[in-house]
């Protein structure tokens, strides 16, 4: 790979072991739902990575649900949950907390535009955490028989804070209300175990940890029931459609290249400890080579250590968020100012705007990601090129 590539957020390269598994996968021949020699071989490649992706996720393979992507297994617990539970007569209300992924924004508010729901937000703090306190007050005061469901992230995607998932799962399960935890970012950098989070379902992708873009599964708990988005074949509980066994068989094989081999929920302690050592370098050079710049999240460090290992965030005063990307590509290092999926829209970070940044401020928005394989060169190149990036974005500013 060419180049310092420091956007492991939007999407992270695919292993070695990972591409030799999917192409092999990908030569299997047969509909995995076919009775046939042929189909029952797919099937069994099928059920044996849906095993091995549940296992690794704290999850069983009944409740695991083999998805297009991080998107849609949202938008079918979002959509679906919220279905089910008016069917069995809860109360109309979705409740999120402000800051999440649009995934999750944006299919609330087409449930509240177009089905009627109620949407209510949950305020973040100036870290972007969710407050258990918050979660309690919120149920106490909309009245928990009036809320269908509730979705949080379990990492923030831009900044990188670290939710206390299970108490903030522990809260609404005490309520009867279902959440949904969108882990899609903490998946390869923080143990995410279904069954241990209390939650009625859980969101992930492939992508994230090396698989093939396309790829993503939703746990559904075994109470939890959900309406389908895709009507058809019946193929997988709440799901229809053909199922992709190439990309299952990859995303399994990036979990368990990824995942620790002795506690398969947890990530592999070394490739932790890596990507939290390039985080700190990271986070002290840049503080070296700008003072004022200001780090968004948590401060690192500790044993239960907020901010993901692998995410490095900043506002830089006096820049515009999209010109150093412009400028630091120029040079050969790749960052981004926020979510990929908002990529060529210009607005300010509603992340940073929830967390009380102000609009100026949060116009100058980077986000540094990496991975275990990442290179202490790569952060070499970032940290050579940031200078001159700097200088030139805020001398066009002023002009």
């Known amino acids: 790979m060419s180049g310092a590539y420091l956007d492991h957020a939007a999407t992270s390269p695919m292993p070695a072991a990972v591409r030799e598994a999917f192409l092999d996968a990908l030569g299997l021949v047969g509909n995995p ?33 083999l998805t297009a992507g991080g998107t849609e297994a949202i938008n079918l617990a979002i959509k679906g949950v919220y279905w089910a539970r008016r069917r069995a007569g809860a109360g109309p209300v979705v409740l999120i907390a402000e800051g999440e992924h649009h995934a999750t924004l944006e299919a609330a508010e087409w449930l509240r535009d177009a089905q009627g729901a109620e949407l209510a937000t949950l305020p973040i703090g100036a870290e972007g955490g969710l407050a258990p306190e918050a979660l309690a007050a919120a149920i106490d005061r909309i009245g928990r028989e009036r809320i269908a469901l509730l979705s949080f992230l379990w990492a923030n ?24 935890v969108d882990a899609v970012s903490a998946l390869g950098q923080v143990p995410v175990d279904f069954h241990a989070s209390g939650a009625a379902a859980l969101s992930v992708s492939a992508h994230k940890i090396g698989g093939p873009v396309g790829v993503g599964a939703l746990l559904l708990g075994r109470r939890t029931a959900a309406e389908p988005l895709l009507h058809g074949g019946g193929q997988q509980r709440a799901r229809s459609g053909t199922q992709d066994v190439a990309g299952a068989v990859a995303f399994a094989a990036a979990l368990e290249n990824s995942q620790d081999p002795a506690s398969p929920v947890r990530p592999r302690p070394e490739r932790i ?48 968020g999209d010109s150093l990307v412009f400028l630091l590509d120029a040079a050969g290092v790749s960052v981004s100012v926020g979510s990929a999926c908002r990529a060529g829209v210009a607005e300010t970070s509603h992340v940073l705007l929830a967390m009380g940044v102000p609009e100026g401020a949060a116009a100058g928005a980077l986000r540094f990601t990496f991975g275990a394989e990442t290179r202490d060169s790569e952060v070499d190149a970032l940290l050579d090129a940031l200078p001159d990036a700097l200088a030139r974005a805020r001398a066009a500013g002023l002009s």
């Open 157 to 180: 995607n831009e900044v990188g804070t670290v939710q206390p998932v299970a108490r903030l799962c522990a809260i609404a399960e005490a309520a009867g209300i279902p959440a949904h």
């Open 273 to 320: 400890a890596r990507m939290r050592a390039l985080r700190d370098r990271l986070i002290a050079g840049i503080r070296g080579i700008d003072p004022g710049a200001a780090l968004r999240g948590p401060e690192p460090g500790g044993d239960a250590d907020p901010r993901l290992p692998g995410n490095v965030h900043f506002t830089f005063p006096g820049c515009q």
């Open 33 to 65: 739902a076919s009775t046939h020699g042929h189909g029952q071989r797919a099937g069994e490649a099928l059920e044996s990575a849906r095993e091995r992706i549940a296992a690794a996720l704290g999850g069983d393979r009944a409740e695991t649900v």
